[in-house]
């Protein structure tokens, strides 16, 4: 008997650990400890501010919403090529005194560390901590706007079906307590994940947060509306939540229900296939001296069916005003189809808030919008009928200045800025003065201009930089 080869015995014994070493191995459970925290129902620790890790889609590029800070507002505009973030860049940021240094130093940082991560996952650079927040904040709007434009989701866990999802962050809704802000992910029209990625924070508001938001995301995603309970003993928290919400709801195209459960309503009798066809959308909120009013329309057909008012100014004498106000104002909006109304006597700041709110909600349906108040100022109204027909009318986020609130609406044409008006700017006092000379020249600078890169009016450094704020919020919307 043929004894076997010594070598022979090394290679065969070395085969068989090595085949046993495949197998166990191959046994190793193949879940992700951070899949099982991914699975989870999107609640945000109340600590945390604007998060989000969700990369870029598409292509171009995009500007974010200005965020406001403590020392200034920051504002971050991205290009995107082929889903990549190529280049950040911040279009506003604080300035004067020691901000100058603290800019000059942050934001380089912040562009590279935008590019690094691909997502508004980002460190704060330290000793500049709400310019750093500003950017972030700003960020993740750009981020939310370039998704959105490229009609892709960030994913968020929902299996087979995330292809499909789409993000998409609401307004910042501010509270007594501090801002609030939600973003949603919805997917076969229906949420599938609802987060807080702003809520109040600090002293007691950590715990009223880490009780009330687990429980509003819950609701959100159960109701598939923003038509959902306050949590008890978190009042503001749960109405900042719920606008914010309604925001976004808005945003993703979702059918949203009602911000408030306060929305006094006109034009409930449109026929069924009326309501099949029309568009329903929210606008932003307009603050005034009294509470905030916002309002929401529905548009069929080019017309506005039905307008009704989510939130209005409330307690005191602020309920019988609004109770007599609001329906005359619905149903003049139904009349007018615009936004060009008449105020209701004896309700001036309700009135100018909802006309506000109108506006923008007439500006997000497509529909074609007369001007929200009677001041507006124009420029270039001598336009062909040919490219008024072809052109598409946009109004801008509000800026606030120091002096009051600036908004610019701007009619764009092949490509091109026709008109510039401001239908909203500081009033009273010097401020009067000061507007009626500058408006007028940057209106025909943001013609001539066609970008929001236009050259302050000497005297106006407050109104200028509002006014630029708007109009670049006004060309983004207008795809220019």
Sequence with gaps: MRKSHPVRRVVLATAATVSGVVLLLSLKPSSDPGGAQAAGNGAVPPAASAQGGAQAAGTGMVTGDAAQTQYGAVQVRLTVAGGRITKAEAVQAPKGGQSDQITANAVPKLNQAVLAAQGANIDAVSGATYTSTGYKKSLQSAIDKANATADTGSGGGSGGGSAQAKTVTGDVAQTQYGAVQVRVTVAGGKITKAEAVQAPKGGQSDQITANAVPKLNQAAVAAGTANID?????????????????????????????????????????????AQAAKTVTGSVAQTQYGPVQVRVTVAGGKITKAEAVQTPKGGQSDQVTANAVPKLNQAAVAAGTANIDAVSGATYTSAGYKESLQSAIDKAGATGGSGSGAAQDSGAGQDAGAAQAAKTVTGSVAQTQYGPVQVRVTVAGGKITKAEAVQTPKGGQSDQVTANAVPKLNQAAVAAGTANIDAVSGATYTSAGYKESLQSALDQAGG
Excluded: F, P
């Design 230 to 274: 306050a949590v008890s003993g978190a009042t503001y928290t749960s109405a900042g939540y719920k606008e914010s919400l309604q925001s976004a709801i808005d945003k993703a195209g979702a059918t949203g229900g009602s911000g408030s459960g306060a929305a006094q309503d006109s034009g409930a009798g449109q026929d069924a296939g009326a």
